[in-house]
């Protein structure tokens, strides 16, 4: 079968001087990196090329671009997107299609785009909340951006814009993720706010008059992109293979450094050595998972330096000003982590701590930021006398085609792309059943699909379909009859023990905050209740009652379809939390009442008023939960 192609993608790759033999390399490792670029924003391309090498321009790559799955009207705008978000590898990029031809270079606003690990963070979040909410609980959470510091300060001047109208649009950008991704925050908090800078300054009198603030003169590796120095132990010499240069980076992160000398404030981060070792010891479980925890206990036992906590304002000026010297801007990592407390109404007053929600029950970040939340961010509130959170939940990082993402090599995730592709629910099942929290996870299109086709539509879907769309039953009837039912005439029957442990056990691993692990007991309840209908088959005990009149035959009936349907409707309300609005829609299907719907219910024999669906099919729904994906 013959494809179309959709389009031409002419591009010249960022090498010079590279011809004979060297060039067929250079091209496949070309097409290797475009290819994760399209696919890692959810299209599937194949390629073909031609290219040519002169020893001047470089390679010159011809690429055709051929679809393998239904493509989206918009196609041709995202692909240019696309390619304008990657310039940092291709020199200059092109993309033909019938009837427009469209230059296109870097990035205008030059706003680093959210990826599928900011997403990954929001959504493993915005779980916890909800699962606390479902168990009826009150819960808040926080989100936002950090907009201060060298890293944000030069791409602003790259891209010829003022610090706060550039972090305006990465704060909007944020913004739309989480609004796409079904995140419900309470509030979107930005560094760049009022309450935030005051919350911040006044943070630092504290810690001056406590004396835990004092000026020297620093010297050590610097890193822009880290925000961080980085003693000579933690770098080394990188040569680039393709370029010859040579420049200092961080081993732990991987990125430039470069060697600083100043004069600036610093916290006296030393003296709280012992006094967070007996913390980690009396809290083994406080830094989540535990590998994390040990590791951080054994960095602070090899000793701690006290901390650079600001930088002289000629060389940064976006930021919170040092109070009464103006000379210091407050360091990016001090001002970024108060914003936890800025939300809690700190600083608050004396007769009404804590009233804003603090201390929290748990933090979710990546874990390449554990070192500044598990180190310095206790340290603070110590220093503070602040109760400090209850948990540091870090989850591990997502790969492509088992590589780290890095916008240099463009192999990035953008949620966006992947959001309109599969759709919401699907990406937030996604991303908590197959996220890593101790072990790094691999983003894989083809692992969305599946899981869409097996759990989703061939588990969910199909339960909901023969249950909902069923011929022959009434489920409103069937629920009232089982009314009569006494409870202990199920025992023993593995289907109603099922039933009645999976929220416990969903509930075990949410506890400790194991969104992923939590899933499974779910996914198990639709399979084993899927293969009991199969088992059972209702459709043929519906004939039966039918054309044979024996009560133990309609019993039997009402037996299975109250098992099937229990089960479906209790895992429809724990996983409110993963998908908000397909559970919905599938509790809506059910006709649960909208004040049955809170974990005390996710149980068997408690609810005998659902049945009656509030979607009939043919009313802008056909009944179908989880449509096939192109």
Not at 499 to 518: D, F, I, R, S
Not at 576 to 586: E, G, I, V, W
Request: hydrophobic share 40%; with cysteine.
């Amino acid at each position: 079968m013959s494809r179309e192609y959709f389009g031409v993608c002419q591009c010249q790759v960022r090498s010079s001087a590279i011809f004979g033999a060297f060039a067929s390399r250079v091209v496949r490792d070309a097409i290797n990196i475009l290819t994760l670029i399209f696919y890692s924003n959810a299209f599937s391309p194949q390629f073909l090329c031609s290219f040519s090498a002169e020893k001047k321009q470089g390679i010159e790559l011809d690429l055709l671009l051929m679809p393998t799955y239904s493509l989206p009207p918009d196609t041709h705008t995202q692909v240019e997107a696309v390619l304008r978000d990657h310039t940092h590898f291709l020199r200059q990029c092109r993309y033909r299609h019938p009837g427009k031809t469209v230059a296109r270079k870097q990035s205008a606003d030059g706003v680093s785009a959210p990826h599928v690990g900011h997403m990954y963070t929001m959504v493993l979040t915005d779980i916890i909340k909800r699962w606390q909410v479902l168990a009826g609980r009150k819960a808040l959470l926080l989100t936002g951006t950090d907009e201060h510091g060298m890293k944000i300060q030069q791409a602003a001047e790259k891209a010829r814009i003022e610090p706060l109208p550039f972090c305006d649009k990465g704060a909007n950008m944020f913004k739309d993720l989480a609004a796409q991704s079904d995140i419900a925050y309470d509030r979107f908090i930005r560094t760049t706010d009022a309450d935030h800078r005051e919350a911040v300054q006044y943070t630092w009198h504290i810690l001056q008059q406590k004396e835990l603030i004092y000026t020297s003169k620093h010297k050590g590796w610097y890193s822009v992109s880290d925000e961080a120095f980085y003693p000579p132990s933690a770098v080394h010499l990188v040569i680039e293979p393709a370029t010859g240069r040579k420049h200092m980076a961080s081993m732990e992160t991987g990125k430039e450094v470069e060697w600083t000398e100043e004069e600036n404030y610093h916290f006296r981060l030393s003296a709280f050595r012992d006094q967070l070792l007996e913390f980690y010891e009396a809290n083994p479980g406080w830094t989540i998972p535990r590998t994390r925890h040990l590791d951080i206990e054994n960095t602070v036992k090899a000793g701690l330096q006290d901390l650079s906590i600001s930088r002289p304002s000629n060389r940064l000026t976006w930021g919170i000003p040092v109070p009464d010297d103006p000379s210091q801007t407050i360091y990016v990592w001090l001002d970024a982590l108060v914003n936890y407390l800025t939300k809690a109404g700190y600083p608050w007053s004396p007769d009404k701590p804590f009233e804003g929600g603090w201390p929290a029950d748990v933090q979710v970040i990546g874990k390449d930021i554990t070192r500044f939340h598990c180190i310095y961010w206790p340290a603070f509130l110590m220093a503070l006398d602040l109760p400090l959170p209850s948990h540091i939940l870090t989850h591990g990082h997502w790969t492509l085609g088992k590589e780290k993402m890095a916008k240099s090599t463009g192999n990035v995730v953008n949620p966006f792309f992947a959001l309109d592709r599969f759709g919401v629910d699907v990406m937030r099942f996604f991303l908590a059943h197959d996220g890593g929290i101790g072990q790094d996870a691999d983003y894989n299109n083809d692992s969305i699909l599946e899981r869409h086709r097996v759990v989703l539509q061939g588990q969910l879907g199909n339960l909901a379909s023969r249950l909902v769309r069923g011929k022959g039953w009434n489920l409103q009837s069937m629920v009232e009859n089982m009314r009569q039912r006494e409870s202990s005439t199920w025992t023993g029957n593995p289907q109603w023990t099922q039933l009645n442990n999976v929220a416990k056990e969903v509930g075990v691993h949410m506890e400790t905050y194991q969104a992923g692990l939590a899933l499974k007991p779910i996914v198990r309840l639709l399979s084993k209740t899927n293969a009991y209908i199969s088992e059972q088959e209702p459709w043929h005990l519906v004939k039966q009652v039918k054309t044979q009149s024996n009560p133990e035959t309609s019993e039997k009936l009402d037996e299975v379809l109250y098992l099937c349907t229990e089960g479906l409707r209790i895992a429809g309300i724990l996983l409110q939390p993963y998908m908000p609005t397909k559970a919905a829609l599938l509790l809506d299907m059910l006709g649960v009442d909208e004040k049955k719907r809170s974990l005390e219910f996710a149980r068997p024999d408690i609810d005998f008023t659902y049945g009656k669906s509030k979607v009939p099919v043919g009313r802008n729904h056909d009944g179908v939960l989880f449509p096939p994906l192109a």
